[in-house]
């Protein structure tokens, strides 16, 4: 095992068949972080200013309560972080380990982080933003469940104009198009809309100082919590929880190749 963004030897894995349904999914998760991460989540929250430091540990709880979410899903085999921020250091599961930022934009890391699982296993890849703090369990759960169906996948943000997650069945090829109007340009690339309720936290991403602001008002994971807790910028008992993951008091980050499972 590493913690310093080094890979870990393999350890082997179990090909499943490219049509199994039972095969637990391998999702990407890619995290830009560091300094100058969450650049639009800035000004005043109330009467508190959002720095650069700030910003950088929301943007961390944001990771760390989409992670844990994912970590906690039935249908979920193994995550891949895709960053070189060393902050993910803080992150320890079993099923995740971190790849580093090949420096080529949110897609190429996208796509980094699917051509790694599709070397190692045969098995459903989704990417999905690293910054749904109310993301819940069983929201993830159904919607990977749904997305067995289509060969490409999709699933809006809260406006219908970004992309919360993308996913593909195993051989399929995909071109991630994150970045401005992503979610039409997913349509364009092939993907199939998925049928998300607004109240979703799929969809409940957070860009801005107004997304922070509803997701509070939504739930959000323990690691946000604690983050808004102990920068004032809300008061005690003024930021409700998403009970959806039981929280962890100190994380290492694990690095462990996990063997895919066997269909």
């Known amino acids: 095992m590493v913690s310093n963004g080094s890979r870990a030897p393999s350890t082997g894995c179990c090909h499943s068949t490219p049509s199994s349904v039972d095969a637990g999914w391998w999702v990407v998760v890619p995290y830009k972080g560091g300094p100058h991460g969450k650049s639009r989540l800035q ?19 944001f990771l760390q309560d989409t992670v844990a979410a994912a970590a906690a899903a039935a249908n979920v085999a193994h995550i891949v972080i895709v960053s070189s921020d060393p902050a993910v250091d803080v992150l320890n599961d079993p099923k995740v380990e971190v790849l580093p930022d090949p420096g080529q934009g949110l897609n190429g890391a996208v796509a980094a982080g699917f051509a790694l699982s599709r070397s190692l296993c045969q098995v459903p890849v989704a990417a999905i933003a690293a910054d749904l703090p109310c993301l819940t369990v069983g929201d993830l759960e159904d919607t990977l469940v749904v997305a067995r169906r289509h060969p490409l996948a999709v699933v809006s943000d809260r406006q219908g104009t970004g992309s919360t997650l993308i996913s593909a069945r195993p051989g399929v090829e995909v071109h991630p198009r994150f970045g401005h109007r992503s979610y039409e340009a997913h349509l364009q690339a092939g993907h199939r809309p998925l049928a998300s309720p607004g109240g979703s ?22 690691y946000t919590r604690g983050v808004l807790l102990s920068s004032g910028l ?28 066997v269909s």
């Open 43 to 61: 000004g005043h929250f109330g009467s508190e200013r959002l720095g650069p430091a700030l910003r950088r540990d929301l943007a961390l709880g």
């Open 234 to 261: 809300v008061p005690s008992g003024g930021v409700s929880g998403n009970n959806s993951v039981p929280s962890h008091p100190t994380m290492n980050l694990t690095l462990q190749r996990k063997p895919c499972p």
């Open 201 to 222: 936290t799929l969809r409940f991403d957070v860009d801005t100082i107004e997304d922070l602001a509803i997701a509070i008002r939504r739930g959000v994971g323990a």
